[in-house]
């Protein structure tokens, strides 16, 4: 199995997969501050190696939940959090097939995608339709040019891009969560409010580490 592919936060989280370590913005990582680390267990895939194949991911998952015994309605099942150094959206068609291929065996098994947003809104519906159920978008502050600040996008997405996503995400019926880092300069309550007045069911303040 590859290194980096899947990591635990906490016991009874989620199971959460790496797709890649290439990114259009900042990395989610990096906006937490330069004293920020992640847990014990995660490590990012190999510099310019391999990346996971759709196969291996869902042969980790199926491989993980046979060591769960899943209770009730699916109460202690922490799921599947699509996230990593990169951005998971940058191999959106892995990401579907990985749900597809898992379904197959699990298919009671909720995912989530953590992503920066700055992606086309057709991919909300390519999400939905896949059996994505959950989506967490880092919208880091209320005003385009703090938001650029923290996030420097790439390819020509911005500001209005991740604004587009999140209420695209909400339109297509996916829960939304957006989360923003209290990093200098950062409107918290701003930047709730636009979140919530773009379809967030849910916001969400990182911890900053300078």
């Given at each position: 199995m590859l290194r980096g592919v899947s990591y635990t936060v906490r016991s009874g989280g989620?199971?959460?997969l790496a797709l890649t370590n290439s990114c259009n913005s900042a990395t989610l990582i990096a906006t937490r501050g330069p004293g920020f680390s992640m847990p014990d267990?995660?490590?990012?895939?190999?510099?310019?190696?391999?990346?996971?194949?759709?196969?291996?991911?869902?042969?980790?998952?199926?491989?993980?939940?046979?060591?769960?015994?899943?209770?009730?309605?699916?109460?202690?099942d922490g799921g599947i959090t699509f996230a990593g150094l990169g951005?998971?959206?940058l191999r959106l068609e892995t990401l579907l097939e990985t749900v597809?291929?898992?379904k197959e065996s699990n298919h009671g098994v909720p995912f989530r995608v953590v992503t920066n947003g700055l992606v086309g809104p057709e991919v909300a519906e390519a999400l939905k339709g896949g059996g994505v159920k959950q989506v967490t978008v880092a919208l880091a502050a209320h005003t385009p040019?703090?938001?650029?600040?923290?996030?420097?996008?790439?390819d020509g997405r911005g500001f209005g891009d991740v604004c587009a996503f999140v209420d695209a995400c909400a339109q297509a019926g996916l829960l939304?969560?957006?989360t923003a880092v209290e990093a200098p300069g950062v409107n918290k309550d701003a930047t709730r409010k636009l979140a919530m007045s773009l379809g967030a069911a849910e916001?969400?303040?990182r911890s900053y580490h300078a």
């Open positions: 989620p199971l959460y267990g995660f490590e990012p895939l190999p510099d310019g190696g391999e990346e996971p194949s759709a196969a291996q991911l869902a042969a980790v998952v199926v491989r993980a939940y046979e060591d769960i015994e899943i209770i009730g309605m699916g109460e202690n951005e998971p959206l597809r291929l898992v040019p703090l938001y650029e600040k923290l996030m420097a996008p790439q939304v969560e957006c916001f969400r303040v």
